[in-house]
Structures are given as structure tokens and as C-alpha cells.
């Protein structure tokens, strides 16, 4: 597999404009969201909500690219239609989550490592004949008492290196997500320091297992106040946050950095990206892979009746796209 092609992947996963939609929650985290409208956890369920998303009419026209979870991958609409193809025919790349969820770290209370590093070379041959042309791997980091040690943020930088040069090995389209959670009371400038302290970590990381930048992209949280924190930020104080750190800490010769939702509300997770976008040029595109801030109002409407209000869903998730769309150009307006 040439690093041309994992680059022009890469770039198309930012083209102008574009971002993409995480749709790959695991069974567990689907149920909760499931549980939260009333609507049961079975595969069927499971496949039908996934089959309204990905059939939004025009989807490709704002989205480049959905992250997808090994069931989802498998599946097809109830026509009989796989859904990669379904996404190929509307211009959206198939991606999908290989890691194998956060467990805690021993030695390390309060702390967690993502597993899933065993088998994935053979995982990943598959969901390239599968049609995924990028893959997620989600490292989280809590913010807390003396936490993050600097021992949790090498181990999971480690982790997301191996996967990323797996990946790579493989044809396959990196993202590497370190999250930086939003729980706690913690300070926006504590979430700035440890933000930039993983991604130098992350950096050095991939370096070491040489993995080509030019083909991979960054799955970034944004730089925020706890949820806890009384002090509250403005949507410019953490565009400009945001920036600074990244500037500090990521290469311009990486193709594009997305950003996760992590719990911010829609309208939050969209104007932060836009006040990002309007300041000024950066070395990346800057643009979202936003799993809840894209597809919750959808799914309550789905939830209400999932075969009647397909269509009304549906509405949801194009309005969403474009919204998040014209952030990503710096052109958003409430
Ligand atoms: P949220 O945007 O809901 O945080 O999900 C994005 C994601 O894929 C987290 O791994």
C-alpha cells in the first residue's frame, strides 16, 4: 500500500467543508443511549437506527467520512444493500473503531488504558476487505487528584502508536484519538496543560514507531473547563485556548485534525469549531468527528417512532451536517 494513497484518504477526510460522523458506539454505549429514549437494545434496533443515518439524503454532501463499529460494518439496509456500499455511493469514506474500550490501569488507580492491540493486524486486513479505508483508536485521560500521571499518558500513547503503524502497514487511515475528559472540576488552564502534554507524548510516540504523519489524523478534544468548574469560558476563550495548544504540540505536516464532542451541547460543540475557523489560517484543517452533537436531536425523533419518523430523523442529521459543514469553513451562524 503506497503512503500516497493513505494521503489522499487523509486529505479527503478534511476536504473543505466536511467532517465526519461517529457512529460507532459500542453495544454497551448504544444501549445507554437506547435506554435514554426508550428503545430496545436489539440488533435489529441497532441496524435500522445505523440505516436511517447513513441513508440521510444527501449526507456526502457535508460529511466525508463515518466511523462505524464492527456489527455496523457488517451490516446492510433492509433492502439488502451493505451499508459501506451505501456509503460509497454517497461519497462517505467507511471508517471503523478497532480498539477494544478503556480498562483500568494497573498500578495506576483512577486511571484507564485502552486494549485491543492483540489480533488487530489480522482485524484490520479484514476491515480493509471490508471497504474501511480509515480506522479510530479512543485513548481516554482523566483529569482528577495527581492524575494523569505521566505513566497512564505514555502507556496509552504507546498503544495509539502501535495501532497507528498497524494501521498504516495495512492501508488503513489512522485516526488517533486522545480524549482528555471533561469530568471534573478541573480549570480550563489544567485542561491546557495536560492537553498539550499527551500530544507532545502522542507526537513523540508516533514518531518512534515511524508512522507517517502525512498519513493520519488527529482526533482531538477541545481545550475546556471541567464540567464541574465554577468558572465558566467563553466560546472565544476556548477557540483561542484550543489553538494555542494545538499550535504547541501538533506538526504542520499532519492532514487535518478532528474534533470530538466529548458532552458539549450542539450548539456549543458548533460554535467553538466556527470561532476556531475564523481565526485567522492554520497549518491543518480544522473540522469535527462528532459522535452525540451530531446524531442526538436525530435520535429522539427517531426514538418517538422509528418507522414513521424516518424522514423527519433524517432532516436532523443533514441539518446538523451543514451546520457542523460551515463551522468547518468558519462560515457558521446561530
Ligand atoms: P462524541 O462526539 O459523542 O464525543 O463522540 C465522538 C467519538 O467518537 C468519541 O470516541
Same mark, same amino acid.
Given at each position: 500500500?503506497?503512503?500516497?494513497?493513505?494521503?489522499?484518504? =487523509?486529505?479527503?477526510?478534511?476536504?473543505?467543508g466536511k467532517g465526519? &460522523?461517529?457512529? /460507532?458506539?459500542? $453495544? #454497551? +454505549?448504544?444501549?445507554?443511549?437506547?435506554?435514554?429514549?426508550?428503545?430496545?437494545?436489539?440488533?435489529?434496533?441497532?441496524?435500522?437506527?445505523?440505516?436511517?443515518?447513513?441513508?440521510?439524503?444527501?449526507?456526502?454532501?457535508?460529511?466525508?467520512?463515518?466511523?462505524?463499529?464492527?456489527?455496523?460494518?457488517?451490516?446492510?439496509?433492509?433492502?439488502?444493500?451493505?451499508?459501506?456500499?451505501?456509503?460509497?455511493?454517497?461519497?462517505?469514506?467507511?471508517?471503523?473503531?478497532?480498539?477494544?474500550?478503556?480498562?483500568?490501569?494497573?498500578?495506576?488507580?483512577?486511571?484507564?488504558?485502552?486494549?485491543?492491540?492483540?489480533?488487530?493486524?489480522?482485524?484490520?486486513?479484514?476491515?480493509?476487505?471490508?471497504? =474501511?479505508?480509515?480506522?479510530?483508536?479512543?485513548?481516554?485521560?482523566? &483529569?482528577?487528584? /495527581?492524575?494523569? $500521571? #505521566? +505513566?497512564?499518558?505514555?502507556?496509552?500513547?504507546?498503544?495509539?502508536?502501535?495501532?497507528?503503524?498497524?494501521?498504516?502497514?495495512?492501508?488503513?487511515?489512522?485516526?488517533?484519538?486522545?480524549?482528555?475528559?471533561?469530568?471534573?472540576?478541573?480549570?480550563?488552564?489544567?485542561?491546557?496543560?495536560?492537553?498539550?502534554?499527551?500530544?507532545?507524548?502522542?507526537?513523540?510516540?508516533?514518531?518512534?514507531?515511524?508512522?507517517?504523519?502525512?498519513?493520519?489524523?488527529?482526533?482531538?478534544?477541545?481545550?475546556?473547563?471541567?464540567?464541574?468548574?465554577?468558572?465558566?469560558?467563553?466560546?472565544?476563550?476556548?477557540?483561542?485556548?484550543?489553538?494555542?495548544?494545538?499550535?504547541?504540540?501538533?506538526?504542520?505536516?499532519?492532514?487535518?485534525?478532528?474534533?470530538?464532542?466529548?458532552?458539549?451541547?450542539?450548539? /456549543?460543540?458548533?460554535?467553538?469549531l466556527?470561532?476556531?475557523n475564523?481565526?485567522?489560517?492554520?497549518?491543518?484543517?480544522l473540522s469535527f468527528?462528532?459522535?452525540?452533537?451530531?446524531?442526538?436531536?436525530?435520535?429522539?425523533?427517531?426514538?418517538?417512532?422509528?418507522?414513521?419518523?424516518?424522514?423527519?430523523?433524517?432532516?436532523?442529521?443533514?441539518?446538523?451536517?451543514?451546520?457542523n459543514g460551515l463551522a468547518a469553513l468558519?462560515?457558521?451562524?446561530?
Open positions: 500500500m503506497s503512503i500516497e494513497q493513505l494521503e489522499d484518504t =487523509a486529505k479527503a477526510m478534511v476536504a473543505a465526519i &460522523i461517529a457512529i /460507532d458506539e459500542s $453495544t #454497551g +454505549t448504544i444501549k445507554k443511549r437506547f435506554d435514554g429514549v426508550g428503545v430496545e437494545c436489539t440488533e435489529e434496533n441497532r441496524r435500522a437506527y445505523r440505516e436511517m443515518l447513513l441513508t440521510t439524503p444527501g449526507l456526502g454532501e457535508h460529511i466525508s467520512g463515518a466511523i462505524l463499529y464492527d456489527e455496523t460494518l457488517r451490516q446492510k439496509t433492509a433492502d439488502g444493500v451493505p451499508f459501506t456500499e451505501v456509503m460509497t455511493r454517497a461519497g462517505v469514506i467507511p471508517g471503523i473503531k478497532v480498539d477494544l474500550s478503556t480498562h483500568p490501569l494497573a498500578g495506576c488507580p483512577g486511571e484507564v488504558v485502552t486494549e485491543g492491540l492483540d489480533g488487530l493486524r489480522a482485524r484490520l486486513k479484514e476491515y480493509y476487505q471490508l471497504g =474501511a479505508r480509515f480506522a479510530k483508536w479512543r485513548a481516554v485521560i482523566n &483529569i482528577g487528584d /495527581d492524575i494523569p $500521571t #505521566g +505513566t497512564a499518558i505514555e502507556a496509552n500513547c504507546h498503544a495509539l502508536a502501535r495501532y497507528a503503524s498497524l494501521c498504516q502497514e495495512q492501508g488503513i487511515v489512522p485516526m488517533v484519538e486522545p480524549e482528555v475528559l471533561m469530568d471534573g472540576d478541573h480549570d480550563i488552564d489544567t485542561c491546557f496543560e495536560v492537553t498539550e502534554v499527551v500530544l507532545r507524548s502522542l507526537f513523540g510516540a508516533l514518531f518512534d514507531f515511524n508512522v507517517s504523519l502525512e498519513g493520519t489524523i488527529l482526533k482531538a478534544s477541545m481545550v475546556l473547563p471541567g464540567k464541574d468548574c465554577a468558572e465558566k469560558a467563553s466560546v472565544e476563550e476556548v477557540a483561542e485556548a484550543t489553538l494555542r495548544c494545538l499550535k504547541a504540540s501538533v506538526p504542520a505536516s499532519l492532514p487535518g485534525i478532528v474534533f470530538l464532542s466529548g458532552g458539549q451541547s450542539d450548539e /456549543d460543540a458548533t460554535a467553538h466556527d470561532a476556531m475564523r481565526m485567522g489560517t492554520h497549518p491543518w484543517p468527528s462528532y459522535g452525540r452533537a451530531m446524531q442526538s436531536a436525530a435520535l429522539k425523533i427517531w426514538a418517538k417512532d422509528p418507522k414513521a419518523n424516518v424522514a423527519e430523523a433524517q432532516k436532523t442529521v443533514a441539518q446538523r451536517a451543514r451546520e468558519g462560515q457558521w451562524s446561530k
